[in-house]
């Protein structure tokens, strides 16, 4: 079956510092990846996606590149925000979602 | 916007009560799951329904029943509450289409905190 592995936190950065979630999985199959995004009493989000190799999501200035050879989908940021502090989940869906372990991010001004 | 919506943010129930938690979405999509978040374990999927009255176990179905009656409503039962299952309760819904909407992302509630007394 699937699973993933991410990178452990706590990750605690400075404002417009570079942020990077590594992040691998194993499937079976070619997999959808995924990450979302958990901010302080709330529900999970979806933050951005790709459904093959070499895909590139973005959104909020958030990338990661679908890579299939490395069987990775790091989280990239260049320049993070005090709003960024959430937990951070990649997430790989095959027949079901399987969820990485979670990074907690905090940015301080 | 899909709205996944749960019936309860926080709730306080005793040992041996059977508990019900609700989770209604608005958009028409067949797949609904059952989730639950601890610190350290991430999250781990209690039972997922892909359609009216279809159910299947997820990772960590013991103790737990679930209820699909109407497209919209998807019900987690803790037929009788125990300590262990004090957590956080995360519902999403998905649409089907796609083969099992395999490239769909699922849609989240924003989670009931329940704790067993």
């Known amino acids: 079956g699937n699973s993933v592995t991410q990178m452990e936190g706590p990750v605690t950065l400075s404002e417009e510092a570079f942020l990077t979630i590594n992040c691998t999985y194993t499937?079976?199959?070619?997999?959808?990846l995924f990450w979302y995004v958990q901010y302080p009493g709330e529900g999970l989000q979806l933050l951005l996606k790709?459904?093959?190799?070499?895909d590139k999501g973005s959104n909020k200035g958030f990338e990661a590149t679908y890579r299939k050879e490395t069987t990775s989908f790091h989280l990239e940021k260049g320049s993070v925000q005090v709003s960024d502090s959430a937990v951070y989940f990649c997430?790989?869906?095959?027949?079901?979602?399987?969820f990485g372990a979670g990074t907690t991010v905090t940015v301080r001004a | 916007d899909v709205k996944v919506t749960q019936s309860s943010r926080y709730l306080v129930k005793r040992t041996g009560e059977k508990v019900f938690l609700e989770c209604v979405q608005d958009?028409?999509?067949?797949?609904m799951f059952w989730y639950r978040q601890d610190p350290g374990l991430g999250l781990r999927l209690i039972y997922f329904?892909?359609?009216?009255?279809?159910?299947e176990k997820g990772d960590i179905p013991e103790g737990y029943s679930v209820s699909r009656e109407k497209k919209e409503r998807f019900s987690l039962i803790l037929e009788s509450a125990s300590t262990n299952q004090t957590s956080m309760y995360l519902c999403?819904?998905?649409?089907?289409?796609?083969?099992?909407?395999?490239?769909?992302?699922?849609?989240f509630g924003d989670g009931t905190r329940l704790s067993i007394l």
């Open positions: 999403a819904s998905r649409t089907g289409t796609g083969g099992r909407g395999s490239n769909q992302p699922q849609h």
């Open positions: 499937a079976t199959g070619y997999p959808s």
């Open positions: 790709a459904t093959k190799a070499d």
């Open positions: 997430v790989s869906n095959d027949y079901k979602l399987s």
């Open positions: 958009m028409d999509h067949e797949n």
């Open positions: 329904s892909y359609d009216v009255k279809m159910k």
